[in-house]
């Protein structure tokens, strides 16, 4: 394997990502070549060239089926996160991840980021949604600057949730 340890780490969640999503929704989900970095960032302005069919294709981490018109998913695999902080008024890298995830999003688009921590689990954090159904479990954060995001378990959140959003992206 060539590149980072830190950057193998998260091709392969994000692999796992789509491979779970294509398995859970039976349809090709794959992982975006070079992430959202293609349009994201400083490289926006390569969304003034490019189809919409071409734009949906690197908006984020992980590519949908062509009906998936309004999916935008970001995949964070990191050692940990300061959980604590959730408590307070700011968690600075989850308000990057937001901002990261926001900055390639279309009016409408269903807006997830999907982490995993090691030896903590997977969660998944998305914006608060009135046909989302969050879990016993779910904590809500809200954003400075981006409004109300809902966290929750990533494995409990696809379980009531997977035909709500597939509506929500078509």
């Known amino acids: 394997m060539s590149g980072s340890k830190s950057k193998n780490k998260g091709n392969s969640w994000e692999r796992t990502v789509a491979k779970f999503l294509s398995d859970l929704y039976s349809a090709p989900f794959i992982r975006t070549p070079h992430s959202g970095a293609f349009i994201g960032g400083m490289n926006s302005i390569r969304k003034q060239s490019l189809s919409e069919s071409q734009i949906k294709n690197f908006k984020g981490d992980i590519i949908p089926p062509e009906t998936w018109k309004k999916f935008n998913c970001e995949a964070k695999s990191y050692a940990d996160f300061p959980f604590h902080q959730l408590y307070q008024t700011n968690v600075p890298i989850l308000e990057k991840w937001i901002e990261q995830v926001l ?4 009016e409408g688009d269903f807006n997830v980021i999907i ?13 608060l949604t009135p046909s989302l159904i969050p ?3 779910f904590f809500t954060y809200k954003s400075l600057n981006h409004g109300v995001w809902l966290m929750q378990d990533f494995e409990s959140f696809w379980t009531a949730n ?3 959003i597939k509506t929500l992206c078509e």
């Open 103 to 106: 900055e390639v999003a279309d």
């Open 162 to 164: 997977s035909d709500n």
């Open 135 to 137: 879990n016993s479990n």
């Open 115 to 127: 982490m995993k921590f090691n030896r903590k689990g997977s969660y998944v954090a998305t914006q």
